[in-house]
C-alpha cells in the first residue's frame, strides 16, 4: 500500500500524471534529514542534538501511517490527528513496556508540531491513551520507513540527561522539527546566507566614518569616536552578555552594530547572524532602513506586527495565535523568512523575540533554532517587562551559556539587572559580575555628553491648555505624553493658524506616516523652521529628532531621561554657551493617568525621588537608585521560573505577554496605501508580493480596539475568513492616524 503524507493542492487524485502526492515516507525521510542539517547549524559539534533532531523528524508524521488518516486524506472528508501517535513512541519505553524511546523532550516536541508543546503534566495521560494504536502501527512504519524500524529494535537508546536545560532544550527540538516539516511541505530549501561579517564591518565603518564628517561638533564627535573604539575592542572579549551604557546621542546604534560585526569577523566559526531586538516600532521603522541602506535590503529581514498570524480572540483584552493547517505553508501570501528568520540581520521587536522563547506555537518558535549562534543586540533594554524580568534573564543566560549567543545590552539609562545581594536566593536577577561594561568610563561620558538641563514642576497640576501655551512660547518644541488620548487632547488645543507647524505622532499611524511626519519634522528642524510636535512615548527613544525644549508629563524616570536625549541632541546650543543648552520640562496633568501596573508603579517612585532632589540626565546615581526600588520592589516572574521547572509549556504561552499583547493587523489607506489597498481588492488575496510592499501600511489593535472598530463600520474584511482587515477611506485621519470610533471628531481621509 501507498501511503501519502499530503495531497496535491490543486485538487488532482494521486494516479494524475500532473499530481503532486507526497508518499509518507520521502516525507518523513526529507524532514528526517533537514531537522538533522538545522540543529547542526545551529550547535554544530553537538552530535546528540543532531541524532534527536533527526528523531523528530523520523516520528512527527508517524500517526499518519492510521487508516483514518489515508483515508482522510484520499476523499479529503474527516478528521484524524496524528502527532500523539509519533509522541507515544518517543516518550514511551519502561521495563514493563520496552518499545519507546523514553525520550520527553522528543514526544513533547512531536505532539506539539500542530497545536503547540503541551504541559508535561497533561501529556503523559494523552500518551497512554494512544498508546496501544501506536505500537500497533510499528511494523506498517517499519516496513514503509527502515529507519524507523531500526530505531526500535534494541532497548532504548542513551540519552543525555539535560537536567535544568529541559525547557529551552525541548523548544531547540521543536523548533529545528518544525521548520524542517515547513520547508519540506513548502518545497523549500533551508537558507543560511553568510553573514560576511568582514565586509560588512568595513561598509559600516565608512558610512560611519562619512555621518562624522558632517558632525560639526568636535566634542560630541570625539566622545562617539570614543564609543566606536570602545566596542570594537571590546569584541574580542570572553564575556557572552556585555552592556553598552550610552548616553543618547552618543553612537550607540551604530557602535553597537559595529560590535557585532567585529566580534563575528574574529570568530567566524562561532557567530552566523545579528538580530538587533527593539522595543518600539518608530526605531525599528528606522533603524531598518539604515542597516538596509548600508548593507543592502536584501541582507535585512525586518519583522514586527506585520507578520499576519491568524489571530482568535481568547478573550475581551487578548488574541491568541489560531491553531494551524499544513495548506497554509502553500499559500501565497505566506513568508517563509519571517518565521524562520535565515537572514543574516533580523531587526525586530521585543514582544517578537521573547514571546518566540516563551511561546508553545510553532510559528512563533520556528525561528528558535536560528537564535542560536546569534549576536544580538537588545536595545533600550530598561524597558523589559519587570513582572517578566526573571525569566527573560534566565532565557538570556541559557542562550549565552549553552546555545553560543552573544548579547548587547544597549541603553541610555542602564538597568539594575544585577541583584545587590550576592547571597539572595529570592532575587531573580543576576549575580554580581554577569554582565560586563563595554564603555570605559561611563560615569566620565554621561557627564561629558550633558546637554540637558530638567526643569522639574510637578508641584501643581496643570492642564493641557497651559502645556500647549508653553510649546506656543517656543518656535520649536516637543511634548511626550503618557496615552494616546492625552495627545490628541493637547494636540486638539492649538488653532488652525499652528497647522503647517504642528505634529501629532501616536501607534494610531501607519509606519509609513510616522516615517514621512518624522522626516518633516527632522527637516523643519534643521532648517530653523517653527515646529512644535505632540507624541506619545514612541518618540522617547532611537528618534533622532534635536529640539531646543521639550515637556514631558510625569512618567517613569528612565523614560524622562530618554526625552532629554531628543533635546540639543547634536549639541550645538551646549557648545555654543559652554552648558548644558538644551532645556527639559516635567510637569504632571490634571488629567495624570498614565498605563496601568508597571509603568503606574514606576511613574510614583519618580515621582518620590523627584520630590527630595532635582534629578538631571546624568545622576547615575539617582538612575541607579530608581532601578534598585522599582525591580526590588516587586515579583519579578517566580510563577513563569517554577513552570519552566515543570516544563509547563502551555501553561507558560497561554499567560506570559510581552511588553504588548498581540494586535490584529489592519491595513490603512494612507498614501500609497489606498493604491496597494485597491489592488488587494482586485487580486482578492494578499500575496507575497501585496504583503511586503503593504507592511508600512499596518496599524495594530488590541482585542477591544478592533471589535470598537468593527462595529463602528471602521473596518472591512477582504472576503469572509480571510482574516485581512481593511480600514475605511473615511476612518484615518491626516494626523491622527485611524480612528476608531463613530464618535471620533474630525475623521477625514
Known sequence: MKYWAHSDRSGLPPEAPDARWQPLNEHLRNVAALARQLAQHAIPRYTHFHQLAEWCGLLHDYGKYTDCFQQMIRTGKGKCPHAIHGAAMAFGGSSNDPIGLRAPHLGLAIAGHHAGIPDHSEFGDKVKSNRKEALELLRRASDDVAEIGALFQNAAPQLENVGSRFDLFTRMLFSCLIDADRLDTAFRPIIQAPLNAADRLQTLLRHIHGLSEQSADLPLRSARREVLDDCLAAASFPERILSLSVPTGGGKTLSAMAFAL?????????????????????????????????????????????????????????????????????????????????????????????????????????????????????????????????????????????????????????????????????????????????????????????????????????????????????????????????????????????????????TRMCAAHRLEVIASIRERLSNGLACLTVSTQLIEAGVDLDFPIAFRAIGPLDSIVQVAGRTDREGKLTDSLGAPGGKLVVFKPVDHRTPPNEYAHATGVTESLAATRSIQPDDLDAMAGFFERYYGEADLGSKFVEWRKNAKFASIAAEFEMISSRTQDVFVPYGSGRTLIDELYRVGQLTADLRRRLQRYVVGLHPWEFQEARESGALSELRPESNVWIAGDLAYHREKGLQISTTSNGILA
Open 262 to 506: 567585529r566580534r563575528a569577523a574574529l570568530y567566524p566559526e562561532q557567530y552566523r547572524r545579528i538580530i538587533v531586538v527593539i522595543p518600539y516600532l518608530s526605531i525599528i521603522e528606522q533603524n531598518a532602513e539604515v542597516y538596509a541602506r548600508v548593507f543592502g535590503s536584501d541582507a535585512v529581514l525586518e519583522h514586527h506586527s506585520g507578520s499576519f498570524v491568524r489571530l482568535t480572540q481568547a478573550n475581551k483584552d487578548h488574541f491568541a495565535t489560531a491553531p494551524e493547517n499544513e495548506d497554509h505553508y502553500h499559500a501565497p501570501g505566506w513568508r517563509a523568512e519571517s518565521e524562520n528568520w535565515d537572514a543574516p540581520f533580523i531587526v525586530t521587536t521585543s514582544v517578537r523575540f521573547f514571546e518566540s522563547l516563551f511561546s508553545n506555537h510553532p510559528s512563533d518558535l520556528r525561528r528558535v533554532h536560528n537564535i542560536a549562534r546569534s549576536i544580538v543586540v537588545l536595545d533600550e533594554v530598561q524597558v523589559l517587562p519587570r513582572n517578566l524580568l526573571g525569566p527573560l534573564l534566565a532565557m538570556t543566560g541559557e542562550l549565552a551559556r549553552y546555545w553560543g549567543c552573544s548579547f548587547v545590552l544597549a541603553t541610555a539609562t542602564k538597568p539594575a539587572f544585577e541583584r545587590s545581594d550576592s547571597t539572595s536566593t529570592h532575587d531573580l536577577r543576576w549575580t554580581p559580575g554577569t554582565v560586563r561594561e563595554i564603555v570605559r568610563s561611563p560615569a566620565d561620558l554621561h557627564a561629558r555628553l550633558r546637554r540637558v538641563k530638567i526643569d522639574w514642576r510637578i508641584q501643581e497640576p496643570v492642564g493641557w491648555p497651559t502645556v500647549a501655551e508653553w510649546m506656543l512660547s517656543h518656535r520649536q518644541a516637543l511634548c511626550v505624553v503618557n496615552l494616546r488620548e492625552h495627545a490628541a487632547a493637547l494636540f486638539d488645543q492649538f488653532g488652525t493658524s499652528e497647522q503647517d507647524t504642528l505634529f501629532h505622532l501616536s
